[in-house]
């Protein structure tokens, strides 16, 4: 008897266990990871609810052309086309103009590369973030890309701005 309550105990908490992990909102795509990654992380509800990413380091120099020829590649391999987008998908490197204040794009670091591919029924959306910075690596100065990869729901950028200009008239 006492052997039963455990073992009852025992699978209860496992299935609490299962049924509180949280699950992947996009389980069919797999978003894509550079080879030589560093550290890579994989999130889900991250960077907000109902969206999946990872995040890694990637020690390459400027301007990072592998890089990107490599996610534009998986992309493709995945059913996605480049949606670009001012300020979240202009497939460049951009440095922000503390001056003019707004982003230009840039051929030196510090620089950001931002690109955004859609799937072909428009539900889902990839947004790609590549910070570059020089970084110091003990007595040597090496490029190092912080890289995002990040999954959500496809959402309508000009729709979100319309209702934000109707609501501020």
Avoid at 82 to 104: A, C, H, R, V, Y
Wanted: charged fraction near 30%; proline fraction near 6%; glycine fraction near 4%.
């Amino acid at each position: 008897m006492k052997k039963t309550f455990i073992l009852a105990k025992t699978i209860l908490l496992v299935i609490l266990l299962i049924g509180c992990a949280k699950s992947d909102p996009f389980p069919a795509v797999k978003l894509p990871i550079y080879p030589s990654a560093i550290n890579p992380n994989k999130a889900i509800d991250s960077p907000v609810k109902g969206a999946k990413a990872v995040v890694y380091d990637v020690a390459m120099d400027f301007p990072a052309k592998k890089l990107t020829d490599f996610y534009n590649r998986e992309m493709s391999k995945i059913g996605f086309i480049p949606l670009p987008e001012e300020g979240i998908g202009t497939f460049k490197w951009e440095d922000f103009n503390s001056k003019s204040g707004n982003w230009e794009e840039t051929t030196k670091v510090p620089a950001r590369y931002t690109a955004t591919w859609v799937n072909k029924e428009k539900t889902q959306r990839v947004w790609l973030y590549i910070a570059y910075k020089l970084r110091r690596n003990g007595e040597k100065w090496e490029n190092i890309a912080m890289v995002s990869c990040n999954m959500a729901k496809y959402f309508d950028m000009d729709i979100v701005k319309k209702q934000f200009e109707e609501e501020n008239k």
